[in-house]
């Protein structure tokens, strides 16, 4: 890439985040649920469709992903582990829920859109958008139509989330803009110290023992070690989990910078179809589970519905509920998927045929 070229694609990675920042606080105006996360992925997605000259600022992603990671691990509360016995019922709730939304996934893409049954079974997959692509290109899969899809799973998941806690537990539970009431300016120095020490260091001691979401859970892990045994109390500023928000809801928006309008628009409408599937599930799986263990309906709704990891764990802290319980359950999630998705098509698929059969 040259130099100018370089500068050219920052300068749309900015304008990007700008168009994001102006939905956010128009959403924010409008006094709207989670309105910087929502506001910036409906704006972004706007100015692709018509296409504007933005790209995805995904350079500055990463980085952001650690910042979440800390705040994600300094919501950490300590008394949210006394109800750890109720997460022996929950957890393993993640297996039978990863299945069923495989399995209804996987039939409403080969029935309703058509495709070919591995592009149909990588697309139903409950997982990363980056991890069902590159296991369904290996497998033979249209990785194009895997990625749209769970780009648009994800964005319609993130989106319908905040409005679903509205209905189910009122408006005060979605008022929240951040982890922190506490501003910028109030924090001491220590505490930035603390912010940018953990995200580094978290984010390198992962990557080197190569876990999984590195850039998130190490700096998560480290955050909420720092904060169980004591050694700090330090808080995330409320503005910057709203520049995560941004960040995040820009990027999901920009992942359909590109592509036609007619393509987006059948993309969505297919999805949102899968997606009306999948919050069915997670709608049933909360319910159930909410009635067999003390946990509230609204925690196991935000820890089962199948957006992505980061966004998920953004949106607990920002809500601030529950946010050990959704982000273990998220990780779970992605887990068993991404763990389970290979050996289970091996199993289905025998020379590319389901049973062996044509």
């Not at 990863?98 to 070919?116: E, K, N, P, W």
Request: a positive charge; aromatic letters at 8%.
């Amino acid at each position: 890439m040259t130099l100018g070229a370089e500068f050219t694609s920052l300068g749309r990675a900015a304008f990007a985040l700008a168009i994001g920042a102006a939905g956010g606080a128009f959403f924010a105006w409008a006094d709207l649920p989670l309105p910087w996360m929502l506001g910036s992925m409906s704006a972004a997605l706007l100015a692709a469709v018509v296409r504007l000259p933005i790209a995805s600022p995904r350079p500055i992603r990463a980085a952001m992903t650690a910042t979440i990671g800390v705040a994600l691990g300094a919501s950490l509360r300590p008394e949210a582990l006394d109800r750890l016995e109720a997460w022996a019922i929950t957890l393993p709730g993640v297996l039978g829920f990863s299945i069923c939304c495989a399995v209804a996934g996987s039939l409403y893409f080969r029935r309703i859109t058509g495709v070919d049954r591995v592009t149909a079974y990588f697309a139903g997959m409950p997982g990363g958008l980056v991890d069902m692509v590159i296991q369904g290109e290996a497998k033979g899969a249209n990785t194009e139509f895997v990625a749209l899809v769970h780009g648009s799973r994800i964005f319609l998941v993130v989106m319908m989330v905040p409005f679903l806690v509205v209905w189910f537990a009122g408006p005060m539970e979605a008022a929240g803009a951040a982890s922190s009431n506490i501003a910028a300016k109030m924090l001491p120095a220590v505490d930035w110290l603390w912010l940018v020490g953990m995200a580094g260091f978290g984010w390198g001691a992962a990557a080197a023992l190569r876990l999984p979401a590195a850039p998130l859970l190490g700096p998560m892990l480290g955050s909420a070690a720092v904060h169980l045994m004591g050694a700090s109390d330090f808080a995330v500023a409320r503005e910057v989990v709203i520049v995560a928000q941004v960040v995040v809801g820009t990027v999901i928006g920009c992942r359909f910078v590109g592509v036609a309008f007619p393509t987006v628009a059948r993309t969505l409408l297919v999805s949102g179809g899968y997606t009306a599937i999948l919050i069915a599930i997670t709608l049933a799986f909360a319910l159930a589970l909410s009635r067999v263990t003390e946990l509230g309906f609204v925690p196991i709704l935000l820890a089962y519905s199948p957006g992505g990891l980061a966004e998920m764990g953004l949106i607990a802290v920002s809500l601030q509920i529950e946010v050990a319980f959704v982000a273990a359950h998220h990780i779970a999630r992605v887990l068993v998927v991404m763990l389970g998705a290979t050996p289970a098509f091996a199993l289905l698929f025998r020379n590319g045929r389901p049973g062996g059969k044509s």
